[in-house]
T-cell receptor
Framework: QKEVEQNSGPLSVPEGAIASLNCTYS??????FFWYRQYSGKSPELIMF????GDKEDGRFTAQLNKASQYVSLLIRDSQPSDSATYLC?????????????FGQGTRLTINP | EPEVTQTPSHQVTQMGQEVILRCVPI?????FYWYRQILGQKVEFLVS????????KSEIFDDQFSVERPDGSNFTLKIRSTKLEDSAMYFC???????????FGSGTRLTVV
């Protein structure tokens, strides 16, 4: 069974600080990794994806991938109250063809004004 | 911004009845997916669809489930004989390729009574 693990939180961060969200995965062959944001009662919304070891930055968001440690993280700089949501880590477990994403249980993030 | 449209937003059905959940993916997308999320649980993969056929399905996607792309725009999920445990939020998603992330629809909340 291919698993994706996240700390369910809640993670509480003051406004303006950096929020750090972590995820580990079990399938060493996985090649692509995704972060989604899900507001309560809403659908997941793609934040960013990463394939290569290292960092990938997009605005206030930075994804970090370490395939040797099977670890992926998301940093949110200058956190805003609107960033309060559940953050889902997802891993594509298929090497070819259409994607099949395995999701973690999500980390609930609260940004305190 | 293009979006994935799902109807209905909420469906209540009696156990044993058939339901059809409808989705209109983004027009230039080639890959189509159904996921579901039972309340408070992880987002789970059901099926992927590419080139007019199922490319991958999960163990959840048994003989009670089927998908169809009856025309150039709609993508449907049929549950033949609903069970109480089918109650969940069902998300349709699409992507233009297999590298990037998905765009999810807003979901259909299915309640089986």
């Amino acid at each position: 069974q291919k698993e994706v693990e996240q700390n369910s939180g809640p993670l509480s961060v003051p406004e303006g600080a950096i929020a750090s969200l972590n995820c580990t995965y079990s399938d060493r062959g996985s090649q692509s990794f995704f972060w989604y944001r899900q507001y309560s009662g809403k659908s997941p919304e793609l934040i960013m994806f990463i394939y290569s070891n290292g960092d990938k930055e997009d605005g206030r968001f930075t994804a970090q991938l370490n395939k040797a440690s099977q670890y992926v993280s998301l940093l949110i700089r200058d956190s805003q109250p609107s960033d309060s949501a559940t953050y889902l880590c997802a891993v594509n477990v298929l090497p070819e063809g259409a994607q099949k994403l395995v999701f973690g249980q999500g980390t609930r993030l609260t940004i305190n004004p | 911004e293009p979006e994935v449209t799902q109807t209905p937003s909420h469906q209540v059905t009696q156990m044993g009845q058939e339901v059809i959940l409808r989705c209109v993916p983004i027009s230039n997308h080639l890959y189509f997916y159904w996921y579901r999320q039972i309340l408070g649980q992880k987002v789970e993969f059901l099926v992927s669809f590419y080139n007019n056929e199922i490319s991958e399905k999960s163990e959840i996607f048994d003989d009670q489930f089927s998908v169809e792309r009856p025309d150039g725009s709609n993508f449907t999920l049929k549950i033949r004989s609903t069970k109480l445990e089918d109650s969940a939020m069902y998300f349709c998603a699409s992507s233009v390729d297999r590298e990037g992330g998905y765009t999810f629809g807003s979901g259909t909340r299915l309640t089986v009574v």
